[in-house]
């Protein structure tokens, strides 16, 4: 299993798109590593970059690019409404996939070190890399700014962690650090009053705002946690914001920071016009936003992942500056291989075609996992429709919780498709591998029987979602829309063709695996699922039956 890192630098460069490109070329130059965002400002006159991959190879790249914005940016003639201290402002490391924060805190100390050894630039440790708790807030250490920290670095608790304890007026100085996924976040206000809009960042960042009671300064914290926010006037945009950083999703998503300043703008006579993503977003934050503003309006939250998208992104305003396009702004899309996804990516038409052309691939478990898909389906549109029934308003909640089940039940068998082609193409190259002499024999054997056990695996996974998804048929065909119960029926045809179909697959499959005690286990499993199939099959058309006679 591959370790992954993600690194999100922020340049102190947001206009000269030259300048951003030999930063972002150095990136790119990097073998094991994908340049994923490009996101510049012009108004805060800073690019947040986003890139990922393996954890030495993404060290090397954030490396070379401080180096060469070190080079390139001139700090002592930035201006931007962004704080910041250094050409590289801060470059945080992002554990995405197989490893911990602690281990990704040891590469993000392993940077700041050549950093600061390296180029001679003072660097700051922060949150998960710094050991020190007084300093572990990016807000704290970076205090001042640029034009302060000539003085604050001479100050004996503000040494560097690594690199000399003079400030380069050059180059300045750099924060890096290890810390959770953290989501960028700015929502527009109809005001260009910037004390305003600080006035709302106040109310709602978990900080909060010192007030006076009883002639002391108590703090009143902010209703939002996880939270940091300040308000701006940006120009290019001739409206002020609310800039805040999600530290913790989990806590507070992205939609209800986007409700809570809704709420507090409203209570200070301004009105929120829409809001920015600022570099990437994780494809949950998306889908729940798009769940919570249909369950605002008592809408069923089963439909698609791109509809889910297209509410949030209408819901919080996400167009209303630029254009929001999911595959450069969500991070699963970005990081997805066009190769996973090639046989459902075609109209029908190009499936239909490529299936009866003279490839062996896509063959009968693809197809097996797609009519149990369209089964999925048609038990799904039968929940969305019950769930907007005129007259059944007070069941909504019921029939949405169905339609959710059944699109989880279609994206695995969706996923499924591409995923039996490819366990197929795998059989393929394993016995193309060299058999010129014994240990390559025993490779391409060894090869094979993996390659082999995945092409059995893939199909039973196929049984086992289409059996399931069939819970969802027989409640739609019981309790659905009256109107759409021969729909119900046809799904229940499609789950157990599929189930039967991919059955098929994994007996040819397992003819060939030399492991006969998991051939006989997998088989008996099989037998089982396809009889409760069958059974359950005549039970649900029993059901829809009557149901149209009557």
Known sequence: MQQLIECVPNFSEGNDLNIIKQITDQIESVEAVRLLNVDPGKAT????????????????????????????????????EHPRMGATDVCPLIPIANISMEETAKFAQQLAKRVGEELKIPVYLYEAAQPNKERINLSVIRAGEYE????????????????PAEFDAKRGGTVIGARDFLVAYNVNLNTTSVRRANSIAFDVREAGRNVEVNGKKV?????????????????????????MNLTNINITPVHIAFDEVCKSAEKRGIRV?????????????????????????????????????????????????????????IIEYMLRNSNDCKLVSMSLNDFADETASESPAPGGGSIAAYIGSLGASLATMVANLSSHKKGWDDR?????????????????????????????NDIMSAMGLPKGND?????????????????????????QTAYESMEVIKAMAETGNPNSVSDAGVGALCARSAVMGAFLNVKINASGYDD??????????????ESKTINLENVILQIVNEKIRQ
């Open 45 to 80: 006159n800073r690019t947040v970059v986003t890139f990922v991959g393996t954890p030495q190879a993404v060290v090397q790249a954030a490396f070379l690019a401080i180096k060469k914005a070190g080079e390139l940016i001139v700090m002592s003639k930035h201006k931007g």
């Open 148 to 163: 302060g920290f000539f003085k604050k670095i001479k100050e004996p608790q503000w040494k560097p962690d690594f690199g």
């Open 439 to 463: 240990d390559e024999k025993k490779l391409r054997k060894q090869a094979i029987q993996a390659a082999t056990k995945q092409a059995i695996e893939i199909p039973f996974k196929v049984m």
């Open 396 to 424: 909504w909640e019921e029939f949405s919780n169905w339609a959710e089940k059944g699109q989880q039940y279609k994206n695995e068998l969706l996923r499924l498709v591409d995923a039996d082609t490819k366990a197929f």
């Open 273 to 329: 016009t829409g809001s920015e993503l600022v570099g990437l977003i994780p494809l949950k934050a998306m889908t729940d936003a798009g769940k919570y503003f249909l369950k605002k309006q008592k809408r069923s939250t089963g439909v698609s992942e791109k509809e889910l998208i297209r509410i949030a992104v209408k819901s919080m305003g996400l167009d209303e500056l630029s254009d929001f396009k999911p595959e450069e702004k």
């Open 219 to 243: 703090n009143q914290p902010g209703t939002l946690k996880s939270v940091k926010a300040i308000g701006w006037y940006i120009e290019e945009y001739g409206i002020a914001q609310i800039s």
């Open 516 to 529: 006969k005690n998991y051939v006989e286990n997998i088989i008996l499993k099989g037998k089982e699922i």
